[in-house]
């Protein structure tokens, strides 16, 4: 067992995040150079915030694409949809009911 052992994450605090961002987006964006996508490989092992970071990317990145490109949604992003369309009725109901009453108190 001479073998390199498997990376596990070092880093729990990314001292460059903001930059460390900008390369996950590259990557992900397919713009990323060679030496961007060699130091996004290297990097994405040791950091933790990185990770996660770029697992949150992609599936953004991916639900976007999938919003896109087809015309179902994944669950996720239907409930998504779901919540802020009944938050969008309720509040519309919770206007309607208040100028209803004031409408009632004005009039009678
Ligand atoms: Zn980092």
Redesign the pocket.
């Known amino acids: 067992m001479s073998e390199s052992p498997v990376t596990v994450p070092q ?1 729990q605090h ?4 903001q ?2 961002m900008e390369m996950i987006q590259a990557v992900l964006d397919g713009s990323a150079t060679p030496e961007e996508m060699e130091h996004f490989k290297n ?1 994405i092992e040791s ?1 933790l ?2 990770i996660e ?1 770029y697992q949150l990317e992609k599936e953004v990145k991916q639900s976007i694409s999938q919003k896109v490109e087809k015309k179902c949604c994944p669950g996720k992003t239907v409930d998504d949809i779901k919540k802020k369309i009944g938050l969008a009725l309720s509040l519309a109901a919770l206007f309607a009911l208040q100028y209803s009453i004031y409408h009632a108190a004005f009039t009678i």
């Open positions: 880093k990314c001292e460059n995040h930059r460390c990097n950091c915030p990185c970071g």
